[in-house]
């Protein structure tokens, strides 16, 4: 599917709700190609809905979705089989991509620095190495944009700057990455910085006080 303008996301008008509390009152965004976008929010403003429905987990009530190409999707709970090992749950995954082999998955576990826990059941990793298989899973197919929802959640400080240099490594090769937080750590990293406020997203300049 070819896009707008060469963007590999378009969102126009999406509003849902639960019951009668309104969560999206009328969502815009644009991703182009090789950027790296924030959207920010307080619990309980919708960024979660936002990223199910950016994803294709939630049907929106009104609105429209438009990807470009594959897609990796790297949700806040971490969604793993406990009895399996972290090489068991590439190798399903690599059966589920139909991916010849796994170099890039290797590549993305060196650079996260968790190969040596390829052996170990996913039920004995701590947080922070359960999510760095989350954001793996979402990531070995190399697609062509990457939602995340607060990827970097149990991270030390050490991972996280090693994901933001994962992050950069992305945007460079034409990829885009869509990062989803309720702070806005590191926002210079950013290309575009939004916030998600009153069921719309803002501009962070243009956020109303």
């Known amino acids: 599917?070819?896009?707008?303008?060469?963007?590999?996301?378009?969102?126009?008008?999406?509003?849902?709700?639960?019951?009668?509390?309104?969560?999206?009152?009328?969502?815009?965004?644009?991703?182009?190609p090789g950027a790296l976008v924030g959207v920010v929010g307080e619990n309980g403003t919708g960024k979660s809905t936002l990223l199910k429905i950016l994803s294709g987990e939630l049907r929106p009530q009104r609105g429209n979705v438009r990807r470009a190409g594959r897609f990796g999707y790297c949700p806040q709970d971490v969604v793993l089989n406990d009895a399996l090992t972290v090489r068991q749950h590439l190798e399903f995954f690599r059966t589920a991509f139909a991916l010849s082999d796994l170099r890039y998955t290797d590549e993305i576990m060196e650079v996260l620095r968790f190969s040596e826990y390829a052996d170990e059941r996913a039920g004995l990793l701590s947080g922070g190495t359960r999510q760095?298989?989350?954001?793996?899973?979402?990531?070995?197919?190399?697609?062509?944009?990457?939602?995340?929802?607060?990827?970097?959640?149990g991270f030390d400080w050490e991972t996280y700057q090693r994901f933001w240099h994962l992050a950069a490594r992305l945007r460079d090769a034409g990829r885009s990455v869509l990062v989803v937080s309720h702070l806005a750590y590191d926002a210079e990293r950013l290309d575009e910085l939004w916030r998600?406020?009153?069921?719309?997203?803002?501009?962070?300049?243009?956020?109303p006080e």
Not at 2 to 26: C, D, P
Not at 132 to 146: E, F, Q, Y
């Open 1 to 32: 599917m070819h896009l707008a303008n060469g963007a590999t996301l378009e969102v126009r008008g999406l509003r849902h709700a639960y019951g009668r509390r309104v969560v999206l009152r009328g969502v815009d965004l644009t991703v182009r």
């Open 132 to 153: 760095k298989l989350n954001l793996t899973l979402a990531l070995m197919h190399d697609p062509r944009l990457l939602l995340l929802d607060e990827p970097y959640q």
């Open 196 to 207: 998600l406020q009153d069921g719309v997203l803002h501009s962070v300049s243009e956020v």
